[in-house]
């Protein structure tokens, strides 16, 4: 640990008396008689003096180790935390972290002793709110306190800045794709069955009911007396997956195995290796748990970063998660992003604005019909001022009557280095229509940036509705196609997504998105969905409860239509959700 500069000779003196007392050590072997004994008394004296140094040692640091008084800022986006908070200190070494005190944040300031002077870096303080009935992580993780930057400047440690952000939803899906390929093979001496080996087949993380737990399934073979046997076995280990207090900066969470895992295995085979599961769990955990938590972490870390329309978290900032609860839907999080000193507040990000911005939208015809032919199609063609940037940029396509309006795709990509692009426009036939024209608006939004286009409906002859056919889609050429169902909900309904995929040997990725008018058009994630490979029907419920704060915390006042938006391969769908009052 390091020591204050006005410690330092008696560090010396420490460093030279234990010298002494070395070579007296060495010295002391080769002597007899009276030599002998002059030489221990020599080294009983030395001993004494080193430990009168020590003793002196620490009362300088003490006396040099200056308190600090730092202000805790924070900046709450849900809008739901408390104000009750605690500071805590904590001793890092090469042995982990102690905690040395635990001070409660009053009027904003937490009162620290102690822990400044040359001896700051082997502090690190954490920042936790209490009386909070779903709170179980920390508001902030400081890492080895920093040196100040200069003699003339502000300690940075006299500050800390906390963002709250809003909740993100970490899907099992999304966990599961740690898993490593199977099938796998594990052997393990068992006895008087001799070898016996584990083929595992089917190994996930799975999320029911409060609890994660790793779920693995498939056949454990004997080969030895009284004959070869094979038996269908199952496991299940509940896990412990929980915010990290620890100092390093890129682990937000953590797993640990809970209650003791179970192995069901019928016949001959299962009676014998029951003391085989701590085994079989150990192996298991490190082949799929252990990567999910590294998965989570990185997921965690861009999931802020897009949510703060950053291609990155800003540097010297730290990122804890507050919040962790386990539901049907997966792990919801709540993060919080801190820094010292004011460098979250003085931080100015790149602007998408600054580079690129819309320049014109344009739809050709301007008035379509409804008849389905094609005189009911139009094209829509959005320009840049400049060439896109590196990885493009998605331009966000709505229109304020999207009962008789269908844009194709929802978000329109376009691609680097290039400044221009193009959509498509329907006309939808409704059983009964005005008689006179429907003016439009549609609209392109990139970031804060709107332009708008306008467009009229030409009410054609009242269109026959099909029913929608109840037998599976053919699977479509492009990726994915996508449709939600039912299209009018309230916030406390789960509608449905479908997925009709394309045949293909692996698994698709989809991200989903939700956006509206009051979002000013800008896409928000709301959950990640991996399609199984050979899949090419598929379902995910929409968890509309879990984005109502957000939408009514930003100007949703239902009734109001909600775009959902989902992303495959590059290649976008979107469906319009129509949310009402409950």
Same mark, same amino acid.
């Given at each position: 640990?390091?020591?204050?500069?006005?410690?330092?000779?008696?560090?010396?003196?420490?460093?030279?008396?234990?010298?002494?007392?070395?070579?007296?050590?060495?010295?002391?072997?080769?002597?007899?008689?009276?030599?002998?004994?002059?030489?221990?008394?020599?080294?009983?004296?030395?001993?004494?003096?080193?430990?009168?140094?020590?003793?002196?040692?620490?009362?300088?640091?003490?006396?040099?180790?200056?308190?600090?008084?730092?202000?805790?800022?924070?900046?709450?986006?849900?809008?739901?935390?408390?104000?009750?908070?605690?500071?805590?200190?904590? /001793?890092?070494?090469?042995?982990?972290?102690?905690?040395?005190?635990?001070?409660?944040?009053?009027?904003?300031?937490?009162?620290?002793?102690?822990?400044?002077?040359?001896?700051?870096?082997?502090?690190?303080?954490?920042?936790?709110?209490?009386?909070?009935?779903?709170?179980?992580?920390?508001?902030?993780?400081?890492?080895?306190?920093?040196?100040?930057?200069?003699?003339?400047?502000?300690?940075?440690?006299?500050?800390?800045?906390?963002?709250?952000?809003?909740?993100?939803?970490?899907?099992?899906?999304?966990?599961?794709?740690?898993?490593?390929?199977?099938?796998?093979?594990?052997?393990?001496?068992?006895?008087?069955?001799?070898?016996?080996?584990?083929?595992?087949?089917d190994l996930r993380i799975v999320v029911a009911s409060g609890t994660v737990s790793l779920s693995a399934s498939g056949t454990a073979t004997g080969a030895t007396f009284p004959f070869p046997t094979t038996s269908p076995f199952a496991f299940n280990h509940t896990l412990h997956v929980f915010p990290s207090f620890t100092m390093a900066p890129s682990i937000v969470i953590e797993a640990l195995p809970g209650?003791?895992?179970?192995?069901?295995?019928?016949?001959?085979?299962?009676?014998?290796? /029951?003391?085989?599961?701590?085994?079989?769990?150990?192996?298991?955990?490190?082949?799929?748990?252990?990567?999910?938590?590294?998965?989570?972490?990185?997921?965690?870390?861009?999931?802020?970063?897009?949510?703060?329309?950053?291609?990155?978290?800003?540097?010297?900032?730290?990122?804890?998660?507050r919040e962790l609860q386990a539901n049907d839907e997966g792990l919801t999080i709540t993060p919080a992003l801190g820094a010292f000193g004011t460098l979250l507040s003085d931080f100015q990000p790149q602007m998408l604005d600054a580079m690129v911005r819309l320049a014109a939208l344009e739809v050709q015809p301007a008035s379509i019909g409804t008849s389905g032919s094609a005189k009911s199609v139009a094209?829509?063609?959005?320009?840049?001022?400049?060439?896109?940037?590196?990885?493009?940029?998605?331009?966000?396509?709505?229109?304020?009557?999207?009962?008789?309006?269908?844009?194709?795709?929802?978000?329109?990509?376009?691609?680097?280095?290039?400044?221009?692009?193009?959509?498509?426009?329907?006309?939808?036939?409704?059983?009964?229509?005005?008689?006179?024209?429907?003016?439009?608006?549609?609209?392109?939004?990139?970031?804060?940036?709107?332009?708008?286009?306008?467009?009229?409906?030409?009410?054609?002859?009242?269109?026959?509705?099909?029913?929608?056919?109840?037998?599976?889609?053919?699977?479509?050429?492009?990726?994915?196609?996508?449709?939600?169902?039912?299209?009018?909900?309230t916030f406390a309904d789960k509608p449905t997504a479908y997925f009709t995929v394309a045949p293909r040997a692996t698994s698709l990725d989809v991200q989903m998105f939700f956006t509206c008018t009051a979002l000013f058009g800008v896409p928000v994630p709301l959950r990640a969905v991996q399609i199984p490979p050979g899949i090419t029907n598929y379902t995910a419920p929409i968890p509309l409860g879990q984005?109502?704060?957000?939408?009514?915390?930003?100007?949703?006042?239902?009734?109001?239509?909600?775009?959902?938006?989902?992303?495959?391969?590059?290649?976008?769908?979107?469906?319009?959700?129509?949310?009402?009052?409950?």
């Open positions: 640990m390091p020591n204050s500069p006005e410690c330092q000779p008696i560090v010396d003196t420490i460093s030279n008396l234990i010298s002494q007392e070395k070579t007296a050590r060495d010295e002391l072997v080769a002597l007899t008689g009276v030599n002998k004994w002059k030489k221990m008394q020599e080294l009983g004296t030395l001993r004494q003096q080193i430990a009168e140094q020590q003793r002196l040692l620490a009362d300088c640091e003490k006396q040099h180790a200056a308190d600090l008084a730092t202000k805790v800022v924070i900046i709450d986006l849900p809008g739901n935390s408390g104000p009750n908070r605690i500071a805590r200190t904590w /001793q890092l070494s090469s042995d982990g972290q102690t905690l040395k005190q635990t001070v409660t944040v009053q009027n904003g300031v937490a009162n620290l002793l102690g822990i400044l002077g040359g001896a700051r870096q082997s502090f690190a303080i954490t920042i936790e709110e209490t009386d909070h009935p779903t709170v179980n992580g920390p508001d902030f993780r400081s890492g080895p306190l920093p040196l100040p930057v200069s003699p003339n400047s502000p300690d940075p440690i006299e500050r800390i800045e906390i963002v709250i952000l809003d909740p993100l939803l970490i899907t099992a899906d999304a966990m599961t794709q740690a898993a490593p390929a199977l099938p796998i093979s594990l052997q393990f001496p068992a006895g008087p069955v001799g070898t016996l080996t584990f083929s595992i087949t209650t003791a895992p179970v192995l069901s295995m019928p016949g001959l085979v299962g009676s014998i290796v /029951q003391s085989l599961v701590p085994l079989l769990s150990s192996s298991l955990i490190d082949r799929a748990v252990q990567p999910m938590v590294s998965l989570l972490n990185t997921i965690i870390a861009k999931r802020v970063a897009i949510v703060l329309g950053l291609p990155a978290l800003p540097s010297g900032s730290v990122l804890s998660v094209q829509g063609r959005v320009d840049l001022n400049a060439p896109a940037p590196p990885g493009g940029v998605n331009i966000l396509l709505s229109c304020d009557r999207s009962d008789v309006i269908a844009i194709d795709p929802a978000v329109l990509f376009i691609a680097e280095s290039v400044a221009t692009g193009s959509f498509t426009l329907s006309g939808i036939g409704q059983p009964l229509m005005p008689l006179s024209h429907i003016d439009a608006s549609v609209r392109a939004s990139l970031g804060t940036q709107t332009v708008t286009a306008p467009l009229s409906i030409r009410p054609d002859n009242p269109a026959t509705v099909v029913p929608a056919a109840t037998t599976p889609v053919a699977p479509p050429p492009s990726p994915v196609e996508f449709t939600v169902q039912p299209t009018v909900n984005i109502q704060d957000s939408l009514m915390k930003n100007g949703f006042s239902p009734p109001a239509d909600l775009t959902v938006i989902a992303v495959a391969e590059g290649v976008s769908k979107n469906a319009v959700l129509r949310i009402v009052p409950a």
